[in-house]
Nanobody
Framework: QVQLVESGGGLVQAGGSLRLSCAAS????????MGWYRQAPGKQRELVAA???????NYADSVKGRFTISRDNAKNTVSLQMNSLKPEDTAVYYC??????????????WGQGTQVTVSS
């Protein structure tokens, strides 16, 4: 079994910063892409940022220049540094990872979600 555990959400004023972290544990052989998604009330879940095992990154247009995704392959962790936060960034943020397990099967896993609230 594989678990993704997130931390770092909270309440912040507009213009502030937060850092989200996600750690994968369990039967992890390796991890391909890792990413962060978010879902605001009444909206579909959307990709915020993703990073490959080689370090290539991809960002939603709405967060480019404000958010930075990074990962530590040795620790199986991924982080999202969020700066210049806006009220429209308010959402539940989910960590996602494409994990190759110890049985060599690849599966998609999700964290439990962490709330980010940006007040105006």
């Amino acid at each position: 079994q594989v678990q993704l555990v997130e931390s770092g959400g909270g309440l912040v004023q507009a213009g502030g910063s937060l850092r989200l972290s996600c750690a994968a544990s369990g039967s992890v052989f390796s991890i391909n892409a890792m990413g962060w998604y978010r879902q605001a009330p009444g909206k579909q879940r959307e990709l915020v940022a993703a990073i490959t095992s080689g370090g290539s990154t991809n960002y939603a247009d709405s967060v480019k220049g404000r958010f930075t995704i990074s990962r530590d392959n040795a620790k199986n962790t991924v982080s999202l540094q969020m700066n210049s936060l806006k009220p429209e960034d308010t959402a539940v943020y989910y960590c996602n990872a494409a994990v190759r397990r110890n049985d060599y099967r690849v599966r998609d896993y999700w964290g439990q979600g962490t709330q980010v609230t940006v007040s105006s």
